[in-house]
């Protein structure tokens, strides 16, 4: 092969060649009225002429080049020269050979339509970091050459070997998918494994972590049962990624648990995330929404901190905003929170959800909102199919860019059989002697009605007598009675105007009072107190009722 005749386009070749090209010296014109040289100068010298580019021996350098060279001519790209490098590394291969059969490991890589695209172009490609059948990695340059100036002469194959580069990359990439499947294996099992299920609630929820290139964020979710008949909903985000956004998420939702069996209201319970969170992590915050379902309310209590707002959609398909009152994200503090309600009454539903459901670069916030209040207009069935539908109309899949997390709550709207496991009755209590005797007839009669086995009854009687009794003890008007029942369980709760909790303590055999709040402890599943908003306090009690 002649490899004179050959040319590689390159850049710059033209001005290499203008550079070298013999350009006139300037007469030596020292004698024509110059000064003269203050000392005689030695003469420098001589410097043995370097050689051209076109003067070396291009077979010699080719065959020195530590990368793997071949060179294939015409639209067949049958084999003109390889160099002793791309021999070690596939053996030897027969000059004048079509390249497809002569070279199968160009075949493997795919890159004989590089070499089509690189004749039809007559620009250079490069395939970076592409493992070959000797096990190594190389980046391949095509570059075209031409021949007494035809541009398809044929096309030179530059192999670089980058395996050291190749498999440091890939141990990078081992260890942040191992740092991503550790942060993921955290979040997850941070969040409930199983969501609590109140009677009066259907409730489902769905995390779906970002996808390979992104690091897991710090999204959560919680549903809380607090006796009485109310449920508190928990949804927030931690800002950050990684592992430590997944720490600080299971802290807050451990303290969101905690402070939620306190029954303070939501903007009490956020008050104290808030502090919390700075002495968790200075540097974190935290958006979070926390919302108190009462089914004798019919309302959804909340209060948000820099979280997206609440979307309700009633029983005739129109979509509500839940958007004040809203503060500031959890961490900054210095801010007093508030709390606000919407109507969530029989067949409504509502949504929480994270930033990661409605927010893309590429159009406002506000407009990913219009689009899920959209999409939870048209959406029904079970919570759980409500739910996939959301996250399918976002758009959201494995390859995400972001954590979702979505919490879908209904209230289901109970007619015929079934609405009849569901009961309220209520007595307003006046005072006076006759308050006690008048509470304890109205709980017998109702619980009768409702056909509740004896034992039950009884004490169902006993546990109404103790608690208004002690609210008319302690408390002040107005008193009220109200029992209520569920598909699992029998619920007393008694009102009154005095804010002062009480607390089970151990009487002494010669104390006449102080045993009320002790025997309904004994008697009843469970039992609680809590401050209304309007002052004053609830207290009640829960009997879970037999199967069958």
Request: charged share 25%; net charge negative.
């Amino acid at each position: 092969m002649n490899f004179t005749r050959w040319s590689a386009r390159l850049p710059g070749t033209q001005r290499r060649a203008a550079a070298r090209t013999e350009t006139p010296v300037a007469p030596d014109r020292r004698g024509e009225g110059s000064v003269p040289a203050a000392r005689a100068e030695q003469p420098a010298a001589e410097t043995p002429p370097v050689p051209a580019v076109d003067e070396l021996p291009a077979r010699d350098v080719l065959d020195r080049v530590p990368a793997l060279v071949a060179l294939v001519h015409g639209p067949d790209h049958r084999i003109a020269y390889v160099n002793d490098a791309y021999t070690t590394a596939f053996g030897t291969r027969a000059t004048g050979a079509a390249a497809r059969e002569a070279l199968p490991e160009l075949a493997e890589l795919g890159l004989f339509p590089l070499l089509d695209q690189v004749l039809r172009s007559g620009k250079p490609r490069t395939l970076k970091s592409r493992k070959a059948v000797d096990g190594r990695s190389y980046t391949f340059t095509c570059t075209p050459v031409a021949e007494d100036g035809d541009r398809d002469a044929g096309v030179l194959v530059f192999a670089t070997d980058v395996t050291d580069h190749a498999e440091a990359a890939e141990r990078l990439r081992a260890s942040e998918r191992r740092q991503r499947e550790t942060a993921v294996t955290l979040q997850r099992s941070l969040l409930p494994q199983e969501l609590e299920q109140p009677d009066d609630l259907r409730i489902a929820a769905t995390y779906q972590p970002g996808g390979t290139e992104a690091a897991v964020g710090g999204d959560w979710y919680d549903v809380i049962t607090l006796g009485g008949g109310r449920t508190a909903l928990v949804i927030g985000d931690v800002m950050g990624r990684g592992v430590r956004a997944a720490a600080v998420m299971g802290q807050l939702r451990t303290a969101v648990r905690a402070y939620a069996r306190l029954d303070l209201p939501p903007h009490e319970v956020l008050q104290l995330l808030d502090g919390l969170a700075t002495e968790i992590d200075a540097n974190q915050i935290a958006t979070c929404v926390y919302a108190v379902h009462d089914p004798n309310e019919g309302r959804l209590v909340y209060a948000s901190a820099g979280h997206l707002p609440i979307l309700v959609r009633d029983e005739n398909g129109t979509v509500s905003r839940a958007d004040e009152p809203t503060g500031p994200p959890l961490g900054t503090g210095g801010w007093m929170h508030a709390s606000g309600s919407i109507a969530l009454g029989p067949g409504a539903t509502a949504v929480l959800y994270t930033d990661g459901l409605v927010e893309r670069r590429d159009e406002d916030l506000d407009e990913g909102i219009a689009a899920l209040e959209g999409a939870l207009a048209g959406a029904t069935g079970t919570p759980q199919v409500v739910c996939d539908r959301l996250v399918r109309s976002a758009g959201v899949t494995a390859d995400h860019d972001d954590d979702v997390a979505v919490l879908v709550l209904q209230h289901p709207a109970r007619t015929g059989p079934d609405g009849d496991l569901f009961r309220n009755a209520a007595l307003e209590l006046l005072g006076g002697v006759e308050a006690a005797p008048r509470a304890r007839a109205f709980a017998s009669g109702v619980l009768a009605s409702w056909r509740f086995p004896a034992e039950l009854h009884d004490l169902g009687v006993l546990a109404t007598s103790e608690l208004v009794a002690n609210s008319l003890q302690h408390g002040t008007p107005p008193m009220r009675l109200r029992l209520r029942r569920t598909d699992r369980r029998l619920i007393i709760e008694v009102t009154d105007g005095d804010d002062h909790l009480p607390r089970r303590r151990r009487a002494e055999p010669g104390d006449e009072s102080g045993r009320g709040i002790a025997i309904v402890a004994t008697i009843a599943s469970s039992w609680g107190c809590r401050r209304t908003p309007g002052g004053g306090k609830a207290v009640w009690c829960e009997f879970v009722l037999p199967k069958g």
